[in-house]
């Protein structure tokens, strides 16, 4: 079993950062591929970015590729998203997860959830 509690969102402008955070419960957190996606309103839930277990692979949503940065600390059971020159369309409820085989951009493959952090960009 893993508990998920997203941080780090807030309201931004245009153009600026913001990092979120994921902390995971249970020992067992290296052994987990985890992603994020993100759900606006109105809209389906869409994968923004993974990362595998060792964190040696990670992969991202052409809508922020070059923009969002993913990363892991194992030490620390915290899976990061690091997110630049942000837009108005990245706003969203952003939800980690995670799986226990490899990372995913299918939200339907992920085993645990968090319950999201709200990011909002105004422009």
């Known amino acids: 079993q893993v508990q998920l509690v997203e941080s780090g969102g807030g309201l931004v402008q245009a153009g600026g950062s913001l990092r979120l955070s994921c902390a995971a419960s249970g020992r067992t957190f290296s052994s987990y591929a985890m992603g994020w996606f993100r759900q606006a309103p109105g809209k389906e839930r869409e994968f923004v970015a993974a990362i595998s277990w060792s964190g040696g692979s990670t992969y991202y949503a052409d809508s922020v590729k070059g923009r969002f940065t993913i990363s892991r600390d194992n030490a620390k059971n915290t899976v990061y998203l690091q997110m630049n020159s942000l837009k108005p369309e990245d706003t969203a409820v952003y939800y980690c997860?995670?799986?226990?085989?490899?990372?995913?951009?299918?939200?339907?493959?992920?085993?645990?959830w968090g319950q999201g952090t709200q990011v909002t960009v105004s422009s």
């Open positions: 997860a995670a799986r226990i085989i490899g990372p995913s951009s299918w939200s339907r493959e992920y085993d645990y």
